[in-house]
């Protein structure tokens, strides 16, 4: 690894959490410090979630896009949602956990050439999961054509580290929370490329 893992990749592969290195060293950067490694996301900031009033681009490919007071159906390259307004160079891309699990197995190779699209035009990509982040297959169950979760985080954690600190994966609970958090996103951008977010 070229970084230290995020806190979505401690939690998903049964390593100690960023908690368990605060209570050990005071701070997770402390603990990467002694090893003489630089976390994948250094920085850690509060996002805003404040109501979105602003004019956002949804592509036309999107499935139930969310609706957002002053939105334009159109064409994006590169992910769902990007804002109208003002350019950050920063994309969102939504997916339901069953679009999350089916894209790091079947659609992996499509997805690199995404994000692989993105750092070309020297932008990011969020990828927003709607859904609370799971811990078992027990919900969703898997079958001869799904991979099993842990199959679908280790393929999160590959390509996070293929492409680091040029795309991140966020649970965002629910649809509401999608709503939410894709505006605060977007309006921050580069802001928030090096935040864990």
């Known amino acids: 690894l070229d970084y230290a893992p995020c806190l979505l990749d401690l939690e998903t592969s049964k ?5 368990n290195y605060v209570d050990s060293f005071g701070s997770y950067q402390q603990a990467c410090d002694e090893i003489g490694a630089d976390p994948m996301f250094p920085d850690i900031k509060p996002l805003e979630l404040k109501k979105f009033e602003g004019a956002m681009f949804v592509d036309s490919r999107e499935q139930s896009p969310l609706q957002f007071k002053n939105s334009e159906v159109t064409k994006i390259d590169i992910g769902d949602y990007l804002l109208q307004d003002e350019y950050t160079y920063t994309y969102v891309d939504r997916k339901s956990f069953e679009d999350f699990r089916s894209t790091l197995s ?17 932008s990011y990509i969020f ?27 280790n393929r999160m954690r590959e390509g996070g580290n293929k492409y680091p600190r ?15 958090i894709i505006p605060e996103l977007l309006l921050r951008g580069k802001q928030l490329w090096n935040c864990d977010v």
């Open 106 to 122: 079947g659609g992996f190779d499509r997805f690199c050439g995404e994000i692989e699209r993105a750092i070309t035009l020297d």
């Open 166 to 180: 040029r795309v991140q994966f966020v649970f965002s609970g629910s649809r509401e929370g999608s709503k939410k």
């Open 15 to 19: 390593m100690p959490t960023i908690f």
């Open 127 to 153: 990828v927003v999961v709607e859904s609370p982040m799971e811990k078992s297959d027990t919900k969703y169950g898997w079958k001869k054509k799904t991979a099993p979760l842990s199959f679908t985080y």
